[in-house]
């Protein structure tokens, strides 16, 4: 084994110091910004890591991958009298040599009535081999709706009644970076790494766009109204 010369090891370490150093103000600026931009609104940023968001939320997948599992910088706030939070969402798939991390912005909306699990974003290359091996997700009506969105829940029905034309119209336009899940009482908007202010803004835009064309029909039902 060949030694290393100590002055490598030295510029080294000091270059990892630099990486950690820049990496912690872009991360404390990051967080000023998220906070003056939720005081704006009347809301709140808290100062604590949650590690309970996979039970808090059991039915959305997002939270339930991987191990090491925590969300931070999380906003808590209400739009039009309904609770909604945003989050910095981290979760590590693997050990050791295979160890990867993901990052994930998060924008979850309570909703005032239970809901059923689905989940939906754009399709990929591999839901196609997925096809191929009978891994089929649900299918529509606009075949060019069922083309671009791969939709799963295990209550198909549910499916069809919250994606009705108008949904699928809005869906269409909406920025393909977002997965969209409903759990048991909530819609969650969600991205691969972690949101800027904008996507947020347009996450939560999104969460609320959807929430308001379930129809009435089907709120009553879900709250067990006119049986």
């Known amino acids: ?3 290393v010369h100590p002055v490598v090891i030295i510029i080294i370490i000091l270059a990892i110091g630099v990486f950690g150093f820049l990496s912690w103000q872009k991360d ?3 967080r000023e910004a ?29 939270f339930q991958k ?24 981290r979760y590590t798939v693997g050990h050791g040599k295979n160890r990867s991390t993901h990052n994930r912005g998060v924008v979850v909306l309570a909703c005032d009535f239970p809901t059923v699990p689905l989940f939906i974003r754009r399709e990929n290359p591999l839901d ?4 191929f091996f009978g891994a089929d997700d649900i299918d529509f009506e606009s075949s060019e709706f069922s083309r671009k969105f791969f939709v799963k829940s295990a209550d198909k029905k549910w499916a ?14 909406t920025p393909s970076c977002f997965t969209i899940e409903f759990g048991f009482g909530e819609i969650a908007i969600y991205q691969t790494g972690w949101c800027g202010i904008d996507n947020y ?27």
Do not use: C, F
């Open 128 to 131: 196609r081999v997925g096809e």
């Open 160 to 173: 069809y009644d919250i994606i009705h034309t108008r949904t699928m119209d809005y869906l269409m336009k």
């Open 201 to 227: 803004e347009k996450a939560l835009e999104m969460a609320w766009d959807l929430h308001e064309l379930i129809p009435d029909y089907v709120v009553r039902q879900m709250k067990g109204e006119g049986r």
């Open 1 to 3: 084994m060949v030694p």
């Open 28 to 30: 404390k600026k990051r």
């Open 66 to 89: 991987g191990h090491s599992r925590h969300a931070k910088n999380i906003i808590k706030g209400e739009i039009k009298g309904r609770p909604v939070m945003m989050m910095d969402y």
């Open 34 to 62: 998220l906070r003056l931009w939720a005081q704006q609104r009347g809301w709140r940023l808290a100062p604590l890591k949650i590690k309970s968001m996979h039970r808090d939320y059991p039915a959305l997948k997002v």
